[in-house]
């Protein structure tokens, strides 16, 4: 059984860092890509980053490019969300989600969230 | 990055069909068959319903079913029940970066 369990959120100031983590079972785990989806308080979900399987290729959304930087560890089976500089904008529930096999764009299975609160 | 474009909210009552559309650009949906759709319960995880367009995952009823023509991609919803109401999003690949949501629609069983 897939299982992507998230941690790390919590409440940090305007400017400040977080990082958020996300340890992932039940498939092989390095050979998928791996994305960090978000949601506002009561609204939709934005894509925030992607790293492809052996890390080497990384994606980001122009709102987070600059101050976010995703990384894996597969000898850990865990992704990785450093988040610098960060804005009440960027106040949210955070998803980890798998993306599903090659050749396919979409993302089958996803964590249940942290939450990540920008305030002072 | 632009994102896509969805109707706010879609209503119908029990066993009548809706769809939802989401309309992009040639350099989002109507560039690739990488469409997809989650369904997402407040307080929830998203939940995958159909991908490359018009695929259903395993476990996913027949009664969901995916489109596309041109820009504009499709998500119908035969024989709507009660546990249909929820937000529907769709996503695309695009020609910059692997994703783009759309803003959401409210499905309201009436």
């Known amino acids: 059984e897939v299982q992507l369990l998230e941690s790390g959120g919590g409440l940090v100031q305007p400017g400040g860092s977080l990082r958020l983590s996300c340890a992932a079972s039940?498939?092989?785990?390095?050979?998928?890509?791996m994305s960090w989806v978000r949601q506002a308080p009561g609204k939709g979900l934005e894509w925030v980053s992607a790293v492809s399987g052996g890390g080497s290729t990384t994606y980001y959304a122009d709102s987070v490019k600059g101050r976010f930087t995703i990384s894996r560890d597969n000898s850990k089976n865990t992704v990785s969300l450093q988040m610098d500089s960060l804005r009440a904008e960027d106040t949210a529930v955070y998803y980890c989600?798998?993306?599903?096999?090659?050749?396919?764009?979409?993302?089958?299975?996803w964590g249940q969230g942290a939450l990540v609160t920008v305030s002072s | 990055q632009s994102a896509l474009t969805q109707p706010a909210s879609v209503s119908g009552s029990p066993g009548q069909s809706i769809t939802i559309s989401c309309t992009g650009t040639?350099?989002?949906?109507?560039?690739?068959?990488?469409v997809s759709w989650y369904r997402q319960y407040p307080g929830k995880a998203p939940t995958l319903m159909i991908y490359?367009?018009?695929n259903r995952p395993s476990g996913i009823s027949n009664r969901f079913s995916g489109s596309k023509s041109g820009n504009t991609a499709s998500l119908t919803i035969s024989g709507l029940q009660a546990e249909d109401e929820a937000d529907y999003y769709c996503t695309s690949y695009t020609s910059s970066v692997p994703y783009v949501f759309g803003p959401g629609t409210k499905v309201t069983v009436l």
């Open positions: 989600a798998k993306k599903s096999g090659s050749g396919h764009y979409n993302l089958d299975y």
């Open positions: 039940g498939f092989s785990f390095s050979t998928f890509a």
């Open positions: 490359d367009v018009s």
């Open positions: 040639s350099s989002d949906v109507g560039g690739y068959n990488f």
